[in-house]
């Protein structure tokens, strides 16, 4: 019933950018969190942004604030996570996700629905 396409992952060097997109295919939008999360090899996943898909705040992990920007494309049901300075660290795959919830949380377990992943590399 949900499903979540991610696109748009490569190879950059550091300081270029990225713009990562997620198409959401559901049949209600309504009471819904977009948010996008990160794996390095290694590493557990971690919160990245998430923005409520109705409006208001954006939400950000202090790692990225100020460089990365969550925002969406009502009519075309998509998610966005425009990634600039990037840096060797920010290398992961990247996975978008879906929460059927009116408030925006960060927690990784909160997030029912997950896409397949893209891999952002970034070379020093």
């Known amino acids: 019933q949900v499903q979540l396409v991610e696109s748009g992952g490569g190879l950059v060097q550091a300081g270029g950018s990225l713009r990562l997109s997620c198409a959401a295919s559901?049949?209600?939008?309504?009471?819904?969190?977009m948010g996008w999360f990160r794996q390095a090899p290694g590493k557990e996943r971690e919160f990245v942004a998430a923005?409520?898909?109705?409006?208001?705040?954006?939400y950000y992990a202090d790692s990225v604030k100020g460089r990365f920007t969550i925002s969406r494309d009502n009519a075309k049901n998509t998610v966005y996570l425009q990634m600039n300075s990037l840096r060797p660290e920010d290398t992961a795959v990247y996975y978008c996700?879906?929460?059927?919830?009116?408030?925006?949380?960060?927690?990784?377990?909160?997030?029912?629905?997950w896409g397949q992943g893209t891999q952002v590399t970034v070379s020093s």
């Open positions: 559901i049949r209600s939008f309504t009471n819904v969190v």
């Open positions: 996700a879906l929460d059927r919830s009116s408030v925006v949380v960060t927690t990784t377990s909160a997030y029912n629905y």
């Open positions: 923005t409520s898909w109705s409006g208001g705040s954006e």
